[in-house]
């Protein structure tokens, strides 16, 4: 396969890997033959996902990490280097989700998401990039949202870590380019994950985010499928919906209208911010 090729000794690390999308990604790296290291801070999760893992037949090496612990990441990628002597696929997946109006929003929930949702992207890639410009290529992806592109009304702190990814992940698109690094950013909207998890408050708008998450037809599996194929044809943006990418034409192309629009949607209560029956 294409990406294969790329990437002969298809070694890969791969954060929030225990469920959801990580898990998704793994399960189809472990089918191609890659050599996986996996890490996720649910012990639990991330038990069952290595012998699920294992089960396909893949060389699996798992670690209980805490993405926000800078030292935790430089960790990995010592052992990457121990283990394989590099890197091919960086995948800068874990995440939490929190919404609600700006002044319900505690600045300890605005300091967790920013610490997980984006921290732990910016210490992923100052970990992994002094190696993969070393060897001069591989590929890093950083799982953002569409939050950070549409910045929909009562999911501030949500919107700012994932914007912070995006403008990231085109930052260093450019900045690695020179040394045959590519970088992917993933921009999905709702998809069935176990992201909702952490949607936990008991908040109106949070209640509404878990009612579309789980109500969604595209499954973890659909985004990990795009995501390969952009990495295969070294796309930056990953925009699995129809709403994610007419979303983000609309508002570049009419940023006004698109914000009018927005605002209406939210004070009629239509769409996303209907009340749920």
């Not at 399960?27 to 012990?43: Q, T």
């Not at 950013?185 to 708008?205: I, Y």
Request: glycine share 8%; proline share 2%.
């Amino acid at each position: 396969m294409k990406l294969e090729r790329k990437y002969p000794q298809k070694r890969a690390f791969v954060t929030g890997a225990a469920s959801g999308f990580g898990l998704a990604i793994c399960m189809r790296l472990a089918s191609r033959g890659w050599k996986l290291l996996i890490a996720d801070i649910n012990e639990t999760r991330l038990t069952q996902a290595e012998a699920q893992l294992r089960g396909c037949g893949a060389e699996v090496v798992s670690v209980v990490l805490d993405v926000t612990r800078p030292e935790a990441l430089e960790q990995a990628a010592d052992t990457v280097r121990r283990l394989w002597g590099g890197i091919d696929l960086v995948f800068n997946n874990a995440g939490i989700a929190s919404a609600g109006a700006i002044d319900d929003l505690s600045l300890e929930e605005w300091e967790k998401v920013i610490d997980v949702d984006l921290w732990s992207v910016i210490y992923g890639c100052r970990a992994f990039v002094p190696m993969l410009k070393a060897q001069r290529g591989g590929c890093i992806v950083n799982t953002a949202s569409s939050a950070g592109t549409l910045a929909g009304p009562e999911m501030a702190s949500y919107n700012v870590a994932k914007a912070g990814v995006v403008s990231l992940s085109e930052t260093l698109r450019s900045e690695l380019s020179g040394f045959g690094i590519h970088v992917t950013v993933v921009c999905p909207t709702v998809f069935v994950t176990s992201l909702g998890d952490s949607l936990k408050s008991g908040r109106a708008m949070e209640r509404r985010l878990v009612a579309q998450l789980n109500k969604s037809r595209v499954t973890a599996e659909h985004i990990a499928d795009d995501v390969l194929a952009a990495v295969e044809n070294g796309r930056l943006y990953v925009m699995t919906q129809s709403d994610a990418k007419w979303g983000w034409r609309i508002k570049r192309w009419m940023p006004e209208t698109y914000s009018t629009l927005i605002a209406y949607l939210y004070r009629n209560r239509k769409w996303l911010y209907a009340d749920q029956a």
